[in-house]
């Protein structure tokens, strides 16, 4: 079986050394051929654009889709976002590739330090968040696509003190990705192994 992962920093594994991003660490887990077509700053609109040539001319199984993070912080529309992400689910099920959809994680006030969003804007930007995650639970599971959650992975996890799971605020660390990969491999143990 075949898995391509499509998406921005967050699929490609941004501020971690290679092998170490949440991609890498589920093909070894699961003992499968995944290619990683993460790239950082994209945006759906982007992912869109590039669908084809990185995901259906691989001819995969399966894809796992997760956009939409880019689209928040540049304030893209939501309807813009939907629009693309719907667009990639239909290419996929035509060209008879199953489809996962991946959910980011909300951002964190330390984000700002980086300068990745600006102070003021990380409470509407996260609320963008909560919103395309309920858009993507309301629209796909019932149509027999499958969720990886890392929303709700992170929210859970981190509980305590979340900073621990994030290198900069937008994104992971080793031990986030570490929770990326096993959230990951539970959603695709169930629909696809």
């Known amino acids: 079986m075949k898995l391509v992962c499509i998406g921005d920093s967050l699929t490609y594994g941004y501020d971690v050394p290679p092998g170490r991003g949440w991609v890498s660490l589920l093909a070894r887990d699961l003992g499968m051929r995944i290619l990683n077509r993460g790239a ?7 992912m869109r654009l590039r669908f ?8 995969p199984d399966w894809v796992c889709i997760m956009g939409g993070s880019n689209d928040i912080l540049l304030d893209i529309t939501p309807n813009a976002t939907r629009a693309n992400m ?15 959809l991946g959910i980011p994680p909300l951002t964190r006030p330390e984000s700002c330090w980086y300068g990745w969003q ?8 996260n609320e963008c968040i909560t919103a395309h995650r309920q858009w993507i639970l309301e629209q796909f599971p019932q149509q027999g696509i499958g969720c990886i959650d890392f929303y709700d992975a992170f929210l859970q996890a981190g509980q305590e003190d979340g ?3 994030y290198a900069d605020g937008i994104h992971p660390n080793e031990r986030g990705y570490e929770l990326f990969a096993r959230m990951a491999a539970v959603v ?6």
């Open 86 to 100: 719907a667009a990639m689910v239909r290419q996929a099920k035509q060209a008879d590739v199953g489809v996962i």
């Open 118 to 125: 600006a102070a003021a804007d990380v409470a509407r930007h």
């Open 188 to 193: 695709l143990r169930q629909c696809c192994i």
């Open 40 to 46: 950082c700053g994209d945006t759906t609109a982007g």
């Open 163 to 165: 900073s621990q799971l």
């Open 52 to 59: 084809s040539r990185d995901v259906l001319d691989e001819r």
